[in-house]
T-cell receptor, first 109, second 115 residues
Framework: GQQLNQSPQSMFIQEGEDVSMNCTSS?????WLWYKQDPGEGPVLLIA?????ELTSNGRLTAQFGITRKDSFLNISASIPSDVGIYFC?????????FGTGTSLTVIP | NAGVTQTPKFQVLKTGQSMTLQCAQD?????MSWYRQDPGMGLRLIHY???????DQGEVPNGYNVSRSTTEDFPLRLLSAAPSQTSVYFC??????????????FGPGTRLTVT
């Protein structure tokens, strides 16, 4: 099935640094979703975006719906150790969802 | 509001055995899906349902059956387990907010090993 291109694949950062990751698609989406998955757990929905250009925040997380509707961005400010995990994007076509390949984030204290 | 629940959390099966993975949601969502997650493969859709009594195949349906008799429940049945079905299985429920806008929520997963 279709996979969304997500980058970077992994990141190793110092605690306190900001993080940026992005997701691109060959198709237009009307929804972009961002998830975080901790080891051994299910993905947790962080942010949902519905409008091109929209910027939405959830605490230290900010996500943007790209104006082309083919990309989305997630930023994490002032990272902390509990930000460790895999982040991935998702976009639906109808009620079927397509997922990014994931960005593995490691935060070094 | 428990969201999406899955049981069991862990399961070990022998090749050829059958079992049912349970999934329930209490959010009255119309859509439910089953995914498997394997290293390097991401999330792959097994089966999905757009409402009670309606199911359809996803990307990797072989070896699995589903049914949806109620809005709340969406069990996944492994008919004759094979080692290739060793994976982590996630159930998800989603709903439409109209105009192509959706939200999807995942359960905690079932870790299945087939020996």
């Amino acid at each position: 099935g279709q996979q969304l291109n997500q980058s970077p694949q992994s990141m190793f950062i110092q605690e306190g640094e900001d993080v940026s990751m992005n997701c691109t698609s060959s198709s237009i989406f009307n929804t972009w979703l961002w998830y975080k998955q901790d080891p051994g757990e299910g993905p947790v929905l962080l942010i949902a975006l519905y409008k091109a250009g929209e910027l939405t925040s959830n605490g230290r997380l900010t996500a943007q719906f790209g104006i082309t509707r083919k990309d989305s961005f997630l930023n994490i400010s002032a990272s902390i150790p509990s930000d460790v995990g895999i982040y991935f994007c998702a976009g639906p076509t109808g009620n079927q969802f397509y997922f990014g390949t994931g960005t593995s984030l490691t935060v070094i204290p | 509001n428990a969201g999406v629940t899955q049981t069991p959390k862990f399961q070990v099966l022998k090749t050829g055995q059958s079992m049912t993975l349970q999934c329930a949601q209490d959010m009255n969502h119309e859509y439910m899906s089953w995914y498997r997650q394997d290293p390097g493969m991401g999330l792959r859709l097994i089966h999905y349902s757009v409402g009670a009594g309606i199911t359809d195949q996803g990307e990797v349906p072989n070896g699995y059956n589903v049914s949806r008799s109620t809005t709340e429940d969406f069990p996944l049945r492994l008919l004759s387990a094979a080692p290739s079905q060793t994976s982590v299985y996630f159930c998800a429920s989603s709903y439409s907010k109209g105009q192509g806008r959706y939200e999807q929520y995942f359960g905690p997963g079932t870790r299945l090993t087939v020996t």
